[in-house]
C-alpha cells in the first residue's frame, strides 16, 4: 500500500500567519488600532515558557503588540485574579491567555471565568464553552480549531456522515474537538480511558484525532483503511539512540505503523502543533475586530 499524504501542518499555520499579518496590516491602516494579545505565565515550567515565548515571538512578527506578564510560582490566587481584572478594562489588550497549567494552589476555573468571555483567545471561559455546545459564535479553542482546519483541508468542504472518533475528553481538546466535528455534520464517538475495545472503536473511524497523551499508544493495525488521523499528541520521551538524555517528540499515534494505513496523517512534530499558535494569532485579530465592532 502507498503511504499516507502527510499533512503539512507546519506549511498551513505559515500561510495562516501571513493572512493574520495582512489583516493586521489592514486593522492599523483602516483603524489606528493595533491588536493586542497578553499572555499570563505563573511559574517556571519550561515547556509553558517555551511556548509562552513563541507565542510572543510570533505575535510580533505578525505586527501585533505582545504583552507578557511573568508571576512568580508562589503568586496569591487573588493577585493573578487582579492581573486578568486588569487586562479586561485595558483597551490595548483585545485578548487574553492564562497559560495552562497553573499551580496547585490557584483554581483554573476561577482564573478563565474572570477574563472577559469577548476577549478570550484560548475559548476556555465557561460562556465560550456554553456557546460552542449552543451553536451560537464563539471564541473556539485554538488546538481543536487548527484540526478542523486541517482535516477540511484533505477532505473538502463537506464532512457530512463521516465516522468521527475523538481519543481523549480534555476541556482543552477532546471535548470542543467532538463539537466541532458534530457542527460539521460528523457522527462523533468520544473515547477515554475506560472506553471498551479502544482499537475497535478506532477502526470504525473515517476520522481518528488522537489527544490523550500517551506516547505512540494508537497503532497502525487500529486505524481504518484510508482513515484520515489528526495526532495532537506532543510527547516527550527518551531517545538513547541520540545519545545519552537525550529526548525526542512523539505523537499519540505509532506513526511508523500508521502511515502506510491512512489515507492521510499529521506528522509530530510539524503537524498538528504549529496550527495552535497561528490559530491563537487568528483569534486575537477576530477578537480585535469584534471588540471594535
Ligand atoms: N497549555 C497547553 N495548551 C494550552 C493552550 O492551548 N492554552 C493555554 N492557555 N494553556 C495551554
Redesign the pocket.
Known sequence: MTDAQLIDGKAFAAKLRERVSAEVAKLKARHGVTPGLA?VLVGEDP??QV?VRNKGEQTVECGMNSFEHKLPADTPEADVLALVERLNGDDSVHGI?????LPSHISEPKVINTINPAKDV?G?HVINSGLLATGQQAMV???PSGCMMLIHDVLGADLSGKRALVVGRSN??GKPMAQLLLDANCTVTIAHSRTKDLPEECRRADILVAAVGRSEMIKGDWIKPGACVIDVGMNRVPAPERGEGKMRLTGDVDFASAKSVAGSITPVPGGVGPM?IAV?LTSAVIACCRILG
Open positions: 499572555v515547556a509553558s511556548y491567555l492564562v497559560q495552562l497549567p484560548d476556555f479553542p485554538c488546538t482543552i481538546v495552535t491563537l
